[in-house]
C-alpha cells in the first residue's frame, strides 16, 4: 500500500482528480433540489431587487448604461464567489474534521494535491451553475448588450477557482467550527459589497479604490462588464491575468496547508 509519506507532493492524476469531484456530484445530486435554491433563487432575488428595486432611483451611473444594465454582470460574476467559497471553506470543514471523509479519501488511492484540485474544481463547478442560471435570465431581460456576454461563463468558472482555493486555505487554518463564520462576515462580505459589483469603484474614497481594486473579486466584476457591453481594453486583461494568478497561489497554498493539518 502507498504510504502517506508518497501521498505529500503536488504530483495528481487526473482521473483521481475527477473521483473526487464525481464523488461531491453525486453527493450533490441528491439533495439538489434545496440546493438549487442557494445557486439560482438568491442570486436572482438580488438582482431583481437591486436592479428593478434601488435601480428605479439610479441615474446616470456610468456612460449610458442604466442601472440595471451597470449592475447585472456585477451581480452574475460576485454571486459566483458565494458557492465556492461556502462548498471549500464550510463545506470542506465539515467533510475534515466531523465527517472523516477526506481521512478515508486519503486512504485510498488518492494524494492530497490530488484531493485539493478536486475539491477547487468542485467549488469552480457550483459557481459556474450559478454564474449560467443568473446570467441565462440577465440574458432574457434584456439586460445584456454584446454576445461577448456568453463568455461570462467561463468567466464565473475562474471566480470559483479562486474563491474554491480560498475558501480551502482557510478551512485548513481554521482552528473551530465556529470560526468559519469569519471567512463570510470577515471576507466575503467586504469583498461582495466593494467589488465594483454595485456601484463604480471610482465613487469610493481615494485612499479606498486601491483596496478596493486588489480585492480578489472586482477584477472579475470588470471583466465581466466588459464583455457584457462589448468595450474591452487593457485594464480588463489586467483583471483577467489577476484573477489567473490568485488561482495559481491559492491552489499550492491550499495543498501545503491542509497537508500540515492532515499529515503532520
Known amino acids: 500500500m502507498t504510504s502517506l509519506a508518497t501521498k505529500t507532493g503536488i504530483d495528481f492524476r487526473p482521473s483521481n482528480v475527477y473521483g473526487v469531484w464525481l464523488r461531491h456530484w453525486l453527493a450533490f445530486k441528491g439533495g439538489w433540489l434545496i440546493d438549487s435554491t442557494a445557486i439560482v433563487i438568491e442570486p436572482l432575488f438580488i438582482l431583481l431587487a437591486v436592479g428593478f428595486g434601488i435601480g428605479r432611483f439610479v441615474e446616470g451611473i456610468q456612460g449610458d ?19 465556492a467559497l461556502f462548498n471549500c471553506s464550510w463545506g470542506a470543514y465539515q467533510r475534515m474534521e466531523n465527517h472523516k471523509i477526506y481521512e478515508t479519501m486519503i486512504s485510498a488511492p488518492v494524494n492530497l494535491s ?94 479606498l479604490q486601491p483596496v478596493a481594486w486588489a480585492m480578489p473579486l472586482t477584477g472579475a466584476v470588470h471583466v465581466a462588464r466588459g464583455l457584457s457591453t462589448g468595450e474591452l481594453g487593457l485594464s480588463h ?26 499529515i503532520t
Do not use: C
Open 114 to 207: 490530488e484531493l485539493a484540485a478536486g475539491e477547487i474544481i468542485w467549488g469552480a463547478t457550483r459557481a459556474a451553475m450559478t454564474t449560467a442560471a443568473v446570467l441565462i435570465v440577465a440574458m432574457i431581460l434584456g439586460l445584456l448588450s454584446s454576445p461577448l456576454a456568453i463568455l461570462i461563463l467561463p468567466l464565473g468558472f475562474l471566480v470559483g477557482l479562486v474563491f474554491g482555493g480560498m475558501g480551502l486555505v482557510y478551512a485548513s487554518i481554521a482552528p473551530t467550527q465556529h470560526s468559519m463564520m469569519l471567512i463570510f462576515t470577515l471576507i466575503g462580505t467586504p469583498i461582495f459589497f466593494f467589488s465594483g459589483a454595485f456601484f463604480p469603484i471610482d465613487s469610493l474614497h481615494s485612499g
Open 237 to 262: 486583461l489586467y483583471g483577467l491575468l489577476y484573477m489567473i494568478g490568485l488561482a495559481s497561489v491559492f491552489y499550492p497554498l491550499a495543498f501545503i496547508l491542509l497537508r500540515r493539518k492532515l
Open 65 to 83: 448604461l442604466s442601472y440595471q444594465e451597470f449592475v447585472a454582470p456585477g451581480i452574475i460574476a460576485a454571486n459566483a464567489m458565494w458557492p
